[in-house]
């Protein structure tokens, strides 16, 4: 049955080499749609075999889903790796056994989190199953601004074996990065107010308990609660009662930036653009690109 790996890439030569061989591993049709790289990924992809596509970045659920109508027509199975990610010997095996024999259109793998060469194991960070394997024409990803997934029509299954998200740059990239994540989980945050972009996701999609439960409690129970204080609340359940301190001085830090400050930022950004909106008396897409530099 015809795996065809989907790789997303912008400015990652430092890992693309590494994660497409790993995605050998399961199969040779290896795509990585690239949004205008300046360093040598697209150059290093292609010496390892890989089929380069260029193409327009807006969000990371939009690139994927233009990336599966770039398909081969026998492909019969997709698989998502991001490009700091790789796959341990286990998942590269029940990937193998799976594919010839499963009836399901759906396939979840348990992701790991390295941090600053630390394996981050507490603070609700491990483990998490997340949606990366499905037969073609049965899925595709949800077109949010942040926290898109993969989502399927039919049954779905979980594979043993770990997929690492293992990115080898710096803490400064890290917060960069978060930074804009940040402005884009503020226009999620905004919209959840005041409705203002269209409806997402697919009715008739399957998605696992545990992700439903998730987002309940993200939108009826974290986003009930007062900006700010929500965050620090927020953090200290995942350092101290989800032991996130167990996880040492660069668990602290993740902890810290990812489950207190990134928290804490995306609710200051959220405040930042109705204050515009109140004091420039203006629309809320207008206080988004304005505030955010986020063009809806």
């Not at 394997?133 to 899925?139: E, V």
């Not at 609340?233 to 930036?257: E, I, M, N, P, Q």
Request: charged share 25%; glycine share 6%.
């Amino acid at each position: 049955m015809k795996l065809t790996v989907i790789i997303l890439t912008f400015n990652e030569a430092l890992h693309i080499e590494r994660c497409i061989r790993s995605a050998q591993q399961v199969s040779h049709d290896i795509l990585v749609v690239d949004s205008g790289s300046t360093d040598d990924t697209v150059a290093l992809a292609e010496r390892q075999g890989a089929r380069v596509l260029h193409h327009a970045f807006t969000t990371h659920a939009a690139q994927m889903n233009w990336a599966l109508t770039q398909l081969d027509a026998s492909t019969e199975w997709v698989l998502r790796m991001d490009a700091d990610e790789y796959m341990d010997e286990v998942l590269v095996a029940s990937i193998q056994t799976a594919l010839p024999s499963t009836q399901a259109h759906g396939l979840y793998v348990q992701r790991r989190m390295i941090f600053q060469g630390r394996d981050i194991r507490f603070g609700l960070v491990y483990p998490v199953n997340i949606l990366r394997l499905f037969r073609r024409g049965h899925g595709r990803c949800m077109d949010r601004w942040m926290d898109e997934h993969v989502e399927v029509t039919g049954p779905t299954a979980v594979l043993r074996g770990t997929m690492y998200d293992h990115n080898l740059r710096s803490l400064t990239w890290w917060t960069a990065k978060h930074n804009r994540y940040a402005s884009l989980e503020a226009v999620e945050q905004l919209n959840l107010k005041h409705r203002f972009l269209r409806s997402t996701g697919d009715a008739h999609a399957q998605e696992r308990l545990d992700f439903s439960v998730k987002r309940w409690l993200k939108h009826q129970v974290y986003g009930r609660l007062p900006p700010g204080v929500r965050a620090m609340a927020y953090f200290l359940f995942r350092y101290v009662l989800a032991l996130g301190f167990l996880d040492g001085k660069a668990g602290t830090a993740f902890h810290v930036l990812q489950g207190g400050w990134y928290r804490y930022l995306v609710d200051a950004k959220v405040a930042e653009v109705e204050r515009y909106m109140r004091d420039h008396r203006c629309d809320i897409a207008t206080a988004v690109e304005q505030v955010l530099d986020v063009r809806l």
